[in-house]
């Protein structure tokens, strides 16, 4: 091992390892593992497994679902110290970043529809899931006659008619804050469905229509529910205070349809500095009410 890589105590412990994480989510059964389905994180358990000759299970900031791509999905991955060893090249580069190697090597590895972009050491107390402040998600529409151009069809849900923007915006403004989001989303058995919702925002740029939507967590399939609902009110199907109105429900409201996945990208994650990381995995893991 060079002088410029740091050497792992001989603890039999553990190092966590932070990932930097792009997919293009077309052809997965989403994110989490699944049985007989070809899943992201089964893909990179199964390259990581490969590189250090021992099982490991990375850990995401949100589990995405089928069809869902990210550009800034983040994940940790606990590895035995004794085996950190094999992500190491028998020579180094001078000043090279200690898992560059590791990181040319999954892009052999994996197939072109993931990749691990950046890999670093955790710091103290980091969890991918529970340290996280925020997620940050873009859903794009792409409203021209002709549908969406071939280089974005995999990433944009092509809409045939008009969206009322500025109806979106008004009534997307009213679902901000801390509120139960049970109308927005699917059933989990024992998990809370009340969210900070920080930021719902949608911009037009020619034809594509996009929706930036941001909060401190996401239940299960509510950005997909949340930007269905919002369609209806840019058709002038529904008005704008209607959306406002679903938070009162207690379960997933049947009155709209979920936006298909192939619009929706996850592209950051935010964290608090250091210090304050396993604090706020505390606060993560308690239980929110309102």
Do not use: K
Not at 111 to 116: F, L, S
Not at 172 to 187: E, K, N, T
Not at 212 to 235: K, N, P, Q, T, Y
């Amino acid at each position: 091992m060079s002088a410029n890589q740091p050497a792992t105590p001989p603890s039999g412990g553990l190092v966590r390892l932070r990932l930097d994480v792009s997919y293009d989510g077309t052809d997965f059964a989403g994110w989490a593992p699944q049985t007989g389905q070809r899943t992201v994180a089964g893909l990179i358990d199964e390259a990581l497994t490969t590189v250090f000759r021992t099982p490991v299970v990375v850990r995401a900031a949100g589990r995405t679902d089928a069809g869902v791509h990210a550009t800034g999905q983040v994940a940790h991955v606990d590895v035995p110290d004794g085996a950190l060893f094999h992500a190491y090249p028998r020579t180094t580069r001078p000043a090279e970043p200690e898992f560059l190697p590791l990181v040319r090597r999954l892009g052999r590895l994996l197939p072109a529809d993931v990749r691990i972009r950046n890999i670093t050491r955790a710091p103290a107390g980091f969890d991918a899931r529970f340290s996280a402040l925020r997620r940050h998600y873009t859903y794009r529409l792409g409203t021209a006659p002709y549908g969406v151009e071939p280089q974005s069809a995999r990433f944009v849900t092509p809409w045939p008619r008009p969206l009322d923007v500025e109806a979106m915006n008004a009534a997307s403004s009213a679902l901000v804050g801390l509120h139960d989001f049970a109308a927005f989303c699917r059933h989990r058995e024992g998990a809370t469905t009340i969210r900070h919702l920080q930021r719902l925002e949608w911009t037009r740029a020619g034809d594509l229509v996009s929706a930036h939507v941001s909060a401190d967590a996401f239940c299960w399939s509510m950005v997909r529910s949340l930007v269905g609902a919002l369609i209806a009110v840019g058709e002038h199907r529904r008005d704008p205070g209607w959306c406002a109105g679903l938070l009162g429900a207690t379960q997933r409201s049947s009155e709209f349809a979920a936006a298909p996945p192939q619009g929706l990208t996850l592209v950051g994650v935010d964290y608090p500095p250091d210090d304050e990381l396993a604090a706020r995995t505390l606060v993560t893991r308690d239980l929110r009410i309102i």
